[in-house]
């Protein structure tokens, strides 16, 4: 068997979120583990293979880790920004 691709896995990833009422959101991977956790310092410096430490600040971690973390942050950020236009919406409305 082929493995998926990308459009494969985001098609199956929709319509498993519409069948169970989930909100799906997609986020931007860009130097997610090429950013510091710590400083937001980028650079592809900063990451060697599977290992993180930014060449700022030295923070230093798993490179999976810091791009798990900095995706999940920048979920945080986009969910509470859909949710204070919604929140503008109710209180215009």
Same mark, same amino acid.
């Given at each position: 068997?082929?493995? +998926?691709?990308? @459009?494969?896995?985001? #098609?199956?990833?929709?319509?498993?979120? /519409? /069948? #169970?009422?989930? @909100?799906?959101?997609?986020?931007?991977?860009? #130097?997610?583990?090429?950013?510091?956790? %710590? *400083?937001?310092?980028?650079?592809?410096?900063?990451?060697?293979?599977?290992?993180?430490? *930014?060449?700022? *600040?030295? %923070?230093?971690? $798993?490179? $999976? +880790?810091?791009?798990?973390? #900095?995706?999940? $942050?920048?979920?945080?950020?986009?969910?509470?920004?859909? /949710?204070?236009?919604?929140?503008?919406?109710?209180? *215009?409305?």
């Amino acid at each position: 068997m082929a493995p +998926w691709t990308y @459009r494969q896995v985001l #098609n199956r990833a929709k319509a498993k979120a /519409e /069948e #169970n009422r989930v @909100r799906l959101l997609l986020v931007p991977p860009a #130097n997610t583990s090429r950013a510091c956790l %710590h *400083c937001r310092v980028v650079s592809k410096k900063s990451r060697t293979g599977e290992y993180f430490r *930014c060449v700022a *600040c030295g %923070h230093a971690r $798993d490179a $999976d +880790w810091v791009g798990a973390l #900095n995706v999940l $942050d920048r979920t945080e950020r986009l969910t509470r920004s859909v /949710e204070s236009l919604v929140l503008q919406e109710v209180e *215009c409305g």
